[in-house]
């Protein structure tokens, strides 16, 4: 398993944007999958958006219907960090948001990814 740290959360309006990021300390997320979840009170973890190395610089990128068009996943192995830029933010955004990593390939199903970040919480709402 791998350790993570998520940041960024924070409040923001309806319409607004924030950026979170998900480090691996002492590690590097190169071939690995790194995807995105939201978790509400009483709800099951959801799939908001993933990232899968499939070797060399080519990346597959998949979204949640919800999110298409506003939000973007990305990663900067340099950096060893993977953002994701949520834009247009509306209320059903609202969650703790976390990074989960050590899945197969283009895994969407929280159930299939082994390691996890204590979460970030973010709140949409004037």
């Known amino acids: 398993q791998v350790q993570l740290v998520e940041s960024g959360g924070g409040l923001v309006q309806p319409g607004g944007s924030l950026r979170l990021s998900c480090a691996a300390p002492g590690r590097t997320f190169s071939g690995y999958i790194v995807g995105w979840f939201r978790q509400v009170l009483g709800k099951e973890r959801q799939f908001v958006a993933v990232i899968s190395d499939s070797g060399g610089s080519v990346y597959h990128v998949d979204y949640a219907d919800s999110v298409k068009g506003r939000f973007t996943i990305s990663r900067d192995n340099a950096k060893k960090l993977v953002y994701l830029q949520m834009n247009s933010g509306n209320a059903g955004d609202t969650g703790i948001y976390y990074c989960?990593?050590?899945?197969?390939?283009?895994?969407?199903?929280?159930?299939?990814?082994?390691?996890w970040g204590q979460g970030t919480q973010v709140t949409v709402s004037s």
């Open positions: 989960g990593t050590g899945g197969p390939y283009r895994a969407t199903n929280a159930g299939q990814f082994d390691s």
